[in-house]
Structures are given as C-alpha cells and as structure tokens.
C-alpha cells in the first residue's frame, strides 16, 4: 500500500497508507460510532463533503453487497453512489466474507474515485475531534501535488444530492410529497410500506400549488440555513392543515419555516446508539444519527414543542406543533444500518394522512 498523510487544519498530521483512489482530497473531519453499516454511511448523501472516521477499528470485513434494485430503489444502499469525500480508518480487513458481498471496500472505493486510508490511530484522531471539533481536513500523497483545505458548510450541498426533477414511486391510494434534500432510500422503503403513492422531488420544487395527503422532508447534508427555497416553502405548508414529517435535515428546515434557529454543533451526533427521551415521560429509544447542526431551544415557537431530547447533551431531537398533524426527528427512524426502535413514527404520519381525508 502507498504511504500517504491525514492533515487536519489545525496542523496536526497522521499517517497511514491508502487502500482506495490514490488522490488527494479535502473536506470536514468527522467520526461516526456505529460498528456495522459501513456500505450504507458510505452512501448516505448527509455524509457529501466530509471524510468520513468510523470509531470501530475493523472496517472491510464483510465487503461490499451488489447493487440489487427493488421497484427503483436499491435494497442495499442510501443512494446511486458513495457520497463522502473520503475514508479513514484503523483496520482495513482486505479478507472478506459475507453471504451478499460481491466485491471488496478497497475495490468499490476505488470504482467511485474515494480516497481511503488505513493504519491511522483513529482513537488519538477522535479523542482530537473531540476536543476541537470537527474541522477541515485532507489525504495528500508524496508524488500528487498539495490541494488547499475545502470547508463543505460554505456551499449549498444539498443541491449537489438532490435529485433534479420529480421521479413517482408505488401505487397507492394516499400521495405523498417527498422534498428530496439528500434523501436515504430507506425512507422510500419505509414510506412504501403504506398504501401511498410517492412524488420524489428537488430540494427547491415549489409544491404550494400540489395536490397531496402528506409532506415529507427528508434528511441532507450541511447547513440548513443554506435551503432558502425550501424554508419559503415549507412556511407555506405550516398555514395548511396536512400531514407533515421530516428528519433530519428535514427537522432543523421545518423549525427554520416556523420560526425557530439553528445551529453548528461541536461534532455533531453520528452513530446507531444515541439515546433520547420523550419529555415528560420515561420512554427511551436507541436511535441512528448523522448530523452537524441542532435546533436551539429557546428560539422554538409557542406553538411547537419538543417531541424527543438527547439524553447526551439535552439537545433537541424531534419537534411537534400543539394542534396541527407535524412533527419531525433529528435521529432516523428509518435507520439504514442501525436500530428500529422509531420505525412506529411512519405509521404515525400515515395515520395523519388518512384522518386528514375523512
């Protein structure tokens, strides 16, 4: 394997060597926990821009499954394509063995042009993330040419995901609107589960003058703040009266359309095991998380109030307006790998549709 260096933007190096496309990249540093789930966080388009730290040391070891499709949507993956920048681990297990693999990491990786290093002490670098915060980084080699650091935030990466023009999915009796803003498939798995048609659409798509039952915004990449079409929209669609859910992403839009503020956490939340509460009750759910920004408390309107709390940090993890059928979750419920203990929360959404229409 070619030797090749982690720089951080504060100056600290680490080296290790490559076992993906050897090329040099930059984006922002940030760790996950999860220790399985590696196909589906590679493909999740929240991570576009980021180079991507799993904590677990062993990553490759089942290798990578084929790309099967169910009725448009890929039973395996998040998306058409790996979307982080770059991976760096501990371990990278070149044996593979798992009944649906079809090829290895290293192979796909370098099919899609992702860097990826291994050999790295991924416990010194999280114990950093840490400490700092996630920041800027970059993968050089000794005979490709330095590149400067490059901070996702500043740009729109939620257009760079979505998809460019309204795609239907199933045949149901119900229609569903999903704003796509980065969305996971499994979140049309789950969706299409119900008797529901689903119209898939740009990030920007101006639906105001659409027929529906339910809105759904789903999960995206970088700052909220950034989607201001969206936002426009969606202040729109808090005056109405029809089911709307989010995640995500689709959480910190929704509070920005009622009113609310956001913002940049420190290393955010990324993994399958966070737990969060609902207020005033003593139910607790393991639930999958990837995100950088939050909802500030105080700034959260009087008609909205907090539907789950971080039992980590006490930040917001889900909304709900008072008397209206909305509400939205920071963690997924449709988690794609992870835990399902939130998966009821579809059929709470499908529930607003069908009573909304009778």
């Known amino acids: ?117 291994t050999g790295i002490d991924t416990r010194a670098l999280v114990l950093k993330l840490r400490e700092t915060g996630s920041m800027p980084g970059k993968i050089i080699f000794d005979d490709k040419e330095d590149i400067p650091f490059y901070d996702p935030n500043l740009d729109n990466l939620v257009a760079q995901v979505s998809c460019k023009e309204p795609i239907y999915y199933g045949h149901g009796r119900y229609k569903v609107l999903l704003v796509d803003c980065g969305m996971k498939n499994n979140i049309l798995r789950c969706l299409l589960r119900y008797d529901v048609t689903v119209k898939r659409v740009p990030w920007d798509y101006d639906f105001r003058g659409e027929d529906y039952d339910g809105l759904f915004i789903s999960n995206g990449p970088g700052d909220p703040s950034v989607c201001t079409k969206t936002i426009e929209h969606l202040s729109w669609a808090i005056q109405q009266n029809r089911s709307i859910m989010g995640i995500c992403l689709g959480n910190q839009l929704l509070a920005l359309a009622a009113g609310a503020k956001t913002y940049k956490l420190k290393y955010g939340h990324r993994g399958h095991n966070q737990p969060v509460v609902m207020p005033g009750t003593h139910r607790c759910f393991i639930t999958s998380q990837n995100h950088g920004f939050a909802i500030e408390k105080e700034s959260l309107p009087k008609d909205w109030t907090p539907m789950f709390i971080n039992l980590n940090d006490g930040t917001i993890e889900g909304i709900r307006h008072i008397s209206k059928p909305f509400f939205s979750t920071q963690f997924h419920p449709e988690a794609s790998s992870g835990p399902v203990d939130t998966a009821f929360l579809f059929q709470e959404f499908f529930d607003n549709m069908t009573y909304g229409r009778h």
């Not at 940030?30 to 590696?38: K, L, S």
């Not at 949507?73 to 501990?90: D, G, M």
């Open 1 to 117: 394997m070619k030797e090749a260096k982690l720089i951080l933007y504060d100056g600290s190096q680490y080296s290790g060597y490559s076992f993906g496309y050897e090329h040099p990249v930059s984006g922002e540093l940030v760790f996950y926990t999860a220790m399985t789930g590696y196909p589906e966080s590679l493909t999740d388009p929240s991570y576009k821009g980021q180079i991507l730290v799993p904590t677990y040391p062993m990553i490759g070891n089942y290798g990578v499954p084929s790309d099967i499709q169910d009725e448009g949507v890929s039973r395996f993956f998040e998306s058409e394509k790996i979307q982080c920048s770059a991976l760096v681990i501990a371990d990278y297990s070149s044996k593979y063995n798992h009944w649906d693999s079809t090829k290895s990491l290293s192979t796909w990786l370098k099919e899609w042009l992702v860097p990826a290093l």
